[in-house]
Every structure is written in structure tokens, then in C-alpha cells.
């Protein structure tokens, strides 16, 4: 590597401006062989990952804010002097969309891991040897 | 006068480091390599740094004085809304190689134009996010200076332009990063030590609103506006000239200009439109001011959670992420970063209903975390702290506006005109004049509403065209054109009426202020409907494929 200087940029100035000398995107091959079905079948498999996420969401959001309104009660019940549906609403809330945010990358990364033909991607580049048996490429 | 020095420290440093910082951080024979190089720690803390705004600085903590607990939905909100980004977009918009959603538009649907219609609502959406912050920093500046707040507003705009062109664009993420440190360490520090320093009565009073709020000692209020309020009990003020006035309980309206010296003890008047003070809805932790508080939080928490993803600024910092796999794991540490800061607005809201309630007499309840600290530690601390606070809010807007800014110009000028160095510092003066333009008329609006403004078109326009991108194989590009302005038209339209007109009240009102509810499913319907009525291109089932494999 040369001790050349290079002007750190922000994402933002190289965004704009770097422009079209860039392959058609869409036209791009799948980066592995592989044939459409397993594509599919991983598309899927990710989707119901998606839809678990954001129905889990849709519940801890909903479902918080409903409970507030129907269970007056969690504002009068108190933990170390603060009402419960405070606690609720400006601590627990937190670790909640956390974990709930790293459930989902764990089971979109065993979903990538536990499809055969794919590894972790660490290896999407560099090309690889043949798989235990041929992929009928 | 310590503030001023502060804030003109902070801003002296900004420019030190944009100019000098960066060079001397390292040298890289291929800076693209170099920043996909850079940890994903570094690139969490970036993120969290820039989108922490004057909203979540200043807002909250304003709210939280004037509508009750339920202002904190505001940062639940825009943390879930990552969640949303991690869960939906993330890695498969890494995975596209796409630089913004106007990019991620051409490479899902093939067309330049739709390109430009993407690049006009980036425009709306960043306009409107930029507007508050210049607010946030106009108000700021005038509250410790003493200045009119149009000078604040324009000091603001010269000062974040002129840092970019000075050295401003070269900020690394490693900066931001900087900055998310500095405003966590700016509304933490202060707030604990309010905290220990308000004695047990004072935080007794503050985590029970029932048994009202009084004046903690002798307040003098200036109505800078005609103000109509209510008394629970009789209370003798003293004017201007020092003469007293019986104040009968019941309904009252004074001219602007009207000074009352309220004494010690007196319960606070309740202004009307606005919720009581410790009240029953000001306890509950719901949102809205209307009588409809759950469909208003819902409505709200729907539009931030949605349009987090759409935020132009946002989308943008995922690209420099290595792999899908890592642009991920990074979302998850913002969400982490975030849940760490919004621990603390609260404090300054129910601290400041026990001791700085006039605020809320004078709409200028946005100012309570950088007034608190004079309230709560008189003397060189509470000095010292309100010089931080000052600082660190000021020092927020100029990283988030410089950041916003540039995002505002690079994206313009990558998706709507060739990009070159002088075009984009012409883009990005331009940007901020017009931004300090929008923000002189908006003094007597909060920040928060304007900011949930621009989330609203954000999930109303981008969230339907990237969901339904990433994960619809059927997704054409009339059905994308045609949700995009339908989702633009009714946000903009929406929210515009109920802040610039008035309107009717009860359910109208309620479906104008917050139409995330009604625009985002209009919005994800046409696009789902124009696109039954046309066919994708063969190629598209195999955009939409890629995008899922690693």
C-alpha cells in the first residue's frame, strides 16, 4: 500500500459524487450458482422472518400504548416511586426493541446459514470450490 | 454569558476539526476500501450520532413539560422505527448496492424518471426535517444571548454552510461518531446531576403530578402573546408597576406584553388548548392533545416507525457497510445507542414541571432543558450546566443540520444533476437558505411536530416503495409512480393544513394532524393496485431474488 494521501470524504459528498459509471444494477447475476427455486425458497424463508419481526413489533407498540388506555390502573401502581406505565414507556421499552431487533438478525442469519448451497458471506466473493454434489450446473 | 462563550467554543471546534481532524487521521491508498474497513461499531455510533436531532435534544424534553409523560412515545418511536430498517430493509438494500432510495427506485424499476419524482420528495422530506433544526438553534441561541430569534435562526444557517464549505464535507464517520458521545454526554451529565441535586421532595413532587403544580417560589411572567387561561383558585399577582390584582378563579385572557409576578405557592394557571399541567392526561402515558389519545398515538408512532426508513439521511449510511450480514448488526447497535440516550429527556420534562412551570404559560417550553439547570443548581453549577446544556444542543444542530444538509445536496445532486465539488457547496447554501427562510415564520410551532412532519411523508412515500420493492415481486413502476404522489400530496397536504389553516375540530382535525394512519395504507394500496393493473419487467423477480441471497 502507498503512503498516498486520499481525502476521507462523508458517505454523503461520495454518494453524490459518484455516478452512472456503474453496471446495470438489475442485470447483475445472482452472486452464487444457484438455481431459481432456491432463491425462492430462501426469499421466502426471509419474508416470514420479516412478517414475525414487524407482527412482534406491531404488538409491543399497539400493544403498549392499548394497554395504557385500557389498564389505568398500571398509572397507579408504583415501582420505587415511579408509576409503572412510565417505567414501562421510558426503560423497558428499550431492552424490549433491542432484543427484538437481535432475534431478527439471528434468524436471518441461520435462515442465510442453514440454506446448503450458502455460506456465510464472508465468501460471496471469492470463488468457490464445488459443493458436495453438483448443482446440476 | 457563558453559554455564548460555549456555544462559540463548540463551534470553533467543529471547524478545527473539519478542517484539520480529518487529514491527520489517516492515510488510505483506496478511501472506498478504507471505509468499508471502518468497524461496525464506529459506524452504529455515526449513525446514532447524526440522527439524534434537536428534536431529541430539545423536543422531548419540551414536550414532556407541556403534554405529560406520553411525549416519550416520540422516542420510542424513532427507535423502533430501526427496528423496521433492520427487520425490512437493511441488508437487502445493502445487498442492491444502491446509495439512496431514488437510486434503490432505478435499480428495482429500471427508469431515470422515476429517479427525479424520488429526488422531489427528498427534497420535501429533508426540507422539512431541516426547518425544526434551524428552530432548535435559533431558539437556543436566543434564550442564552439574549438576541431575537431570527438571528439565532440565520448565525445558525451562516455558521452550518460555512463549516461545510470550510472543511465540513471531509467530516469521517469517525466524527460523527464523535458527536453522538458529545450529545449523550450533554443531556446525561446534567440530568443526573438534577437528579441528585433536587432533593427527595422536589423528585417526590416530580414523579406525582396529582398533587398539583404550584410556583416553586415568586415568578415573574411575561405573556409574550394574548394568552387565555384558567384558575382553580383565586391568587393576588402583582403587575408591572408593582400593584397588586385579585385574580378570581375561573377564565381569564391577558394582551401580550402582560406581566404578572405570581407568588410562591400559587397553583399555575392552566392555558387553554393545552392539557393541565399534572392533570389526568398530562399523567397518562398516552400521546395527544385531542380528545382521541390512543388513535393519536398510534397514528404518530406509525408514521415514525415508518418513515424512519425513508429518511433520505438515514438509508444512506448503510452502504458503507461491508456486507448485508454487517449492515444488519449495525442497525442493532444504533437501536442500542438510541435506548441509551432517550433515557433522559424525561428528567428534564417532570423536573420542570416542579420547578420551572412558567415555561408552559409561555408556549416556550422547547427551552426547559438548557433553563432547568439554572432552576434546579443555583450558582456556578447551574451555570456551568446551562452552558452545557447550551452547547451540546447547539453543537447538536450544527452536526445533525451539516449532516442533513449534505445529504439534502448529495442526494439532489446524484439523482437529479451530474454531482461536482462546487455544485454541491452551491446546493448546499442554497439548501440552508431556504431552510432558515422556512424556519423564521415557525417560532410558535414545536419542533416535534414539524419533525413528525417530514417522518410522515417519509412513510407515506418511501416506506410503501421499499417494502414493496424488497419484498413484492409484482411491484411496477405506473403502481410506484402512483403511490408515490398520492402518498406526497396527502402527507404534505395533511399536515400542512392543520398547522397553516385552521380546521374543524374533533375527527377532522385529529386525521389532519396525525394522517399517518389513513396516508401510508392509501399509499401501500395504489401502489398495490396500479401494479395488478400493468406487468414487470422478466427481470424484476430476479431483482427483488438477489436482494435476499447473501
Known amino acids: 500500500m502507498s503512503a498516498r494521501r486520499e481525502k476521507l470524504t462523508s458517505p454523503q459528498t461520495r454518494v ?43 404488538a409491543l407498540l399497539f400493544g403498549m400504548s392499548g394497554a395504557f388506555a385500557l389498564f389505568p390502573v398500571l398509572g397507579r401502581v408504583r415501582w420505587a416511586e415511579i408509576p409503572m406505565s412510565w417505567l414501562l414507556l421510558t426503560v423497558v421499552v428499550y431492552p424490549s426493541l433491542f432484543g427484538l431487533a437481535l432475534w431478527h438478525v439471528r434468524s436471518a442469519e441461520r435462515v442465510e446459514e442453514g440454506d446448503p448451497e450458502h455460506g456465510p458471506e464472508a465468501g460471496a466473493s471469492a470463488p468457490r470450490s464445488a459443493g458436495p454434489d453438483g448443482s446440476g450446473r | 454569558m457563558i453559554s455564548v462563550l460555549a456555544i462559540g467554543l463548540v463551534l470553533v471546534t467543529s471547524l478545527v476539526i473539519g478542517v484539520y481532524g480529518v487529514r491527520a487521521a489517516r492515510s488510505a491508498s483506496d478511501f472506498l476500501v478504507a471505509s468499508r474497513r471502518v468497524t461496525p461499531h464506529w459506524n452504529a455510533m455515526a449513525i446514532a450520532g447524526e440522527y439524534l436531532s434537536a428534536a431529541s435534544m430539545l423536543g422531548l424534553a419540551g414536550l414532556v413539560l407541556k403534554n405529560g409523560v406520553g411525549a416519550m412515545w416520540y422516542a420510542v418511536g424513532f427507535t423502533a422505527g430501526y427496528v423496521a430498517v433492520v427487520a425490512l430493509v437493511a441488508g437487502p438494500m445493502r445487498r442492491s448496492g444502491a446509495y439512496t432510495v431514488p437510486d434503490f427506485a432505478e435499480y428495482r424499476l429500471g427508469a431515470p424518471r422515476l429517479r427525479k419524482l424520488c429526488g422531489l420528495v427528498v427534497l420535501v422530506i429533508m426540507l422539512l426535517y431541516l426547518v425544526p433544526q434551524f428552530k432548535g438553534a435559533g ?7 439574549g438576541t431575537p430569534y431570527w438571528v439565532g435562526v440565520v448565525l445558525a444557517g451562516v455558521v452550518v454552510s460555512g463549516s461545510i464549505a470550510a472543511g465540513g ?27 441528585a441535586v433536587a432533593g427527595a421532595d422536589t423528585r417526590a413532587e416530580a414523579l406525582h403530578p396529582e398533587w398539583g403544580t404550584r410556583f416553586p417560589e415568586t415568578t415573574p411572567v411575561e405573556f409574550t402573546v394574548g394568552t387565555r387561561f384558567h384558575l382553580e383558585a383565586p391568587v393576588t399577582v402583582t403587575d408591572a408597576s408593582g400593584a397588586p390584582v385579585e385574580l378570581a378563579a375561573g377564565e381569564h385572557t391577558v394582551a401580550a406584553g402582560t406581566e404578572y409576578v405570581f407568588p410562591a405557592g400559587a397553583g399555575v394557571p392552566h392555558p387553554a388548548g393545552l392539557p393541565e399541567l399534572g392533570g389526568g392526561q398530562w399523567r397518562t402515558p398516552l400521546l395527544g392533545t385531542g380528545g382521541f389519545a390512543l388513535f393519536e398515538t398510534w397514528s404518530t408512532l406509525l408514521a415514525i416507525t415508518l418513515g424512519c426508513m425513508g429518511l433520505p439521511h438515514v438509508i444512506m449510511r448503510f452502504h458503507t457497510s461491508a456486507t448485508a450480514h454487517v449492515a444488519r448488526r449495525v442497525g442493532v447497535g444504533v437501536i442500542a445507542l438510541l435506548g441509551l440516550f432517550y433515557l433522559f429527556p424525561t428528567v428534564y420534562g417532570l423536573l420542570g414541571r416542579v420547578l420551572t412551570p412558567q415555561l408552559v404559560l409561555l408556549r416556550g417550553t422547547d427551552t426547559v432543558a438548557v433553563v432547568l439547570p439554572a432552576e434546579a443548581a443555583p450558582g456556578t453549577a447551574g451555570t456551568l ?20 444538509l449534505l445529504a439534502l445536496a448529495g442526494g439532489l445532486s446524484h439523482d437529479l444533476f451530474q454531482g461536482s465539488v462546487p455544485r454541491l457547496r452551491l446546493a448546499v447554501a442554497v439548501g440552508a437558505c431556504v431552510a432558515v427562510l422556512m424556519a423564521l415564520p415557525v417560532e410558535g410551532i414545536d419542533i416535534n411536530v414539524l419533525v413528525v412532519w417530514a417522518f410522515t411523508v417519509a412513510a407515506s412515500t418511501f416506506c410503501p416503495l421499499l417494502v414493496l420493492g424488497i419484498w413484492w415481486r409484482r411491484l411496477t413502476l405506473p403502481g410506484a409512480a402512483a403511490g408515490l404522489v398520492v402518498g406526497a400530496v396527502t402527507a404534505t397536504g395533511a399536515v400542512g393544513w392543520s398547522i397553516l389553516a385552521p380546521t374543524p375540530p374533533g375527527w377532522p382535525a385529529v386525521l389532519l394532524a396525525q394522517p399517518a394512519a389513513w396516508t401510508i395504507p392509501l399509499a401501500f394500496t395504489t401502489m398495490a393496485v396500479a401494479s395488478r393493473f400493468t406487468r414487470p419487467p422478466d427481470w424484476a423477480e430476479h431483482a427483488v431474488l438477489r436482494l435476499h441471497s447473501p
Open chain 2, 139 to 145: 431558539v437556543v441561541l436566543s434564550l442564552v444571548s
Open chain 1, 16 to 58: 453524490a459524487l459518484a455516478r452512472g459509471n456503474r453496471p446495470v444494477q438489475h442485470l447483475l447475476p445472482i452472486p452464487e450458482p444457484v438455481d431459481t427455486e432456491r432463491a425462492r425458497r430462501l426469499f421466502r424463508a426471509q419474508r416470514r422472518v420479516a412478517v414475525r419481526t414487524v407482527a412482534l413489533l406491531s
Open chain 2, 385 to 404: 450546566l446551562t452552558a452545557l446544556v447550551a452547547a451540546g444542543a447547539f453543537g447538536a444542530f450544527l452536526s445533525t443540520s451539516s449532516g442533513l
Open chain 2, 169 to 195: 464535507m471531509r467530516s469521517a464517520t469517525y466524527v460523527q461518531a464523535f458527536h453522538y458521545v458529545v450529545k449523550l454526554a450533554f443531556i446525561a451529565v446534567p440530568a443526573v446531576y438534577l437528579v
